[in-house]
């Protein structure tokens, strides 16, 4: 048995804390099992409240909101009032929001800038209720410093208003289970976690990173999970369980570090018109649940 001295265990102790916190923000804590939730990002070419038609549709009862029709829903300079209407839609059709992509915050040179932006992302998590800010990173090693600084400066105001950060594997200087882990102790903040995505650890490495593998380097990080799959050579706009990633090995192994209930949003699917979107995004919710029960 590893001494509790041990630089393995004191990882393990780190990033047991790191999760644990984080996915308090996000709720875990108090709603046993797995969340199954649906992304707008499937139906892309179509406006927001489609997607959210759609999502509700397929059967869900949780939304991400990601991107849709002109780029990313939820940004640091959207007002708002457009927020709060965006939430009020969600609830009309039954839905909560789980997880919202905020893309970039980031104003290089400008720490105050950047800061006041993330914040104003959190802010917009708290009028849609979603309990938790998936990040990106960034694929620049130069604005590495200065994305994380920003991160840590806001932890605790995020934390305040019971609101989680995490960031996903997203290519560039955050690709990989371990990487992402550096990341993540580098900030050490108890409200930064990390958002699990197995096709993405595929993607960036053109099919050659198994995240069965992969999750296994993620112990005690993970706060929640983008359900994507991966077709060869690039491709992931793939419905769930028809792709690559073995999706009930990658889960017994998350299981195995700590993740044992939190969300599960579905990310991409097949590529086709609405009706088929929505019929795949329902194929992708039923598989989850058959694999989660």
Request: glycine fraction near 12%; hydrophobic fraction near 40%.
């Amino acid at each position: 048995m590893s001494s509790p001295s041990s630089p393995s265990t004191r990882r393990q102790f780190l990033g047991g804390i790191l999760a644990t916190s984080a996915l308090t923000a996000i709720g875990r804590a108090a709603t046993p099992g797995y969340v199954i939730g649906c992304y707008t990002r499937p139906w892309a070419e179509f406006e927001p409240l489609v997607a959210l038609d759609e999502i509700a549709a397929a059967g869900y009862k949780h939304a991400g909101l990601m991107t849709a029709k002109g780029g990313t829903i939820v940004t640091a300079t959207a007002p708002a009032e457009k927020v709060a209407g965006l939430a009020a839609e969600a609830k009309a059709r039954g839905l909560a929001i789980a997880s919202i992509w905020g893309g970039d915050f980031l104003v290089p040179k400008s720490p105050g800038e950047s800061v006041a932006r993330l914040k104003t992302l959190v802010d917009h998590c708290v009028l849609c209720g979603c309990p938790s800010l998936l990040l990106g990173g960034t694929g620049k090693p130069e604005l590495v410093g200065p994305y994380y600084d920003t991160v840590k400066a806001c932890c605790d105001y995020a934390a305040g208003k019971r609101v989680g950060f995490v960031v996903k594997p997203h290519g560039g200087t955050n690709s990989t289970g371990p990487e992402c882990r550096k990341l993540i102790e580098s900030v050490g903040h108890r409200n930064f976690g990390l958002w699990y995505d197995p096709g993405n650890i595929f993607y960036y490495s053109d099919g050659k990173r198994d995240p069965v593998d992969d999750a296994a380097t993620v112990d005690g990080l993970v706060a929640g999970m983008s359900i994507k799959d991966f077709r060869a050579p690039k491709e992931v706009m793939v419905t769930p369980g028809t792709g690559l990633v073995n999706f009930p090995k990658v889960l017994s192994r998350l299981r195995q570090g700590g993740f044992r209930n939190g969300p599960l949003i579905v990310e991409c699917t097949a590529r086709g018109d609405r009706a088929t979107v929505t019929a795949e995004a329902r194929r992708a919710r039923e598989y989850l649940e058959s694999i989660v029960r």
